[in-house]
């Protein structure tokens, strides 16, 4: 998918993924609202949503964010409609579940290359 989405340089499937993303986690939200179980460790998610979020967290950050600046795009309004998308994910994501941002900072790549300056 990577490879046919930088050669023609459009990334319709990524943001039809983002888009269905933004929608299941914006669904997660209403469905559960302030009524949802608090585990052991207060964190407020059981460990398998919380698996299933850092994969998603992951996969903005990762196959996305950090690929954007590199990325060449035939239509500019696509890279920033691309952006927009993953940072709602993500906003979305670390307001609601705080313990995501512990694992979205500690396994940044962008984070790791900078502190191995």
Known sequence: MEEKETRLESYILCNGFLSLLDALVKA???????DFAVDESG??????????????VAYVRDA?????????YRSVPERWETTALAVSILSRLLDE?????????????????????
């Not at 997660?28 to 302030?34: N, P, Q």
């Not at 964190?43 to 998603?56: M, P, V, W």
């Not at 950090?66 to 060449?72: D, E, H, N, P, Q």
């Not at 705080?98 to 900078?114: G, H, T």
């Open 97 to 117: 579940v705080p313990i995501l941002m512990v694992q979205f900072l500690s396994d940044c790549p962008a984070l790791k290359s900078v502190s191995n300056l």
């Open 43 to 56: 964190s407020g998610i059981i460990r398998e949503e919380a698996a299933l979020l850092d994969t998603y």
């Open 28 to 34: 997660r939200s209403v469905v559960l609202g302030a």
């Open 64 to 72: 996305v964010l950090v690929k954007l600046a590199y990325r060449t």
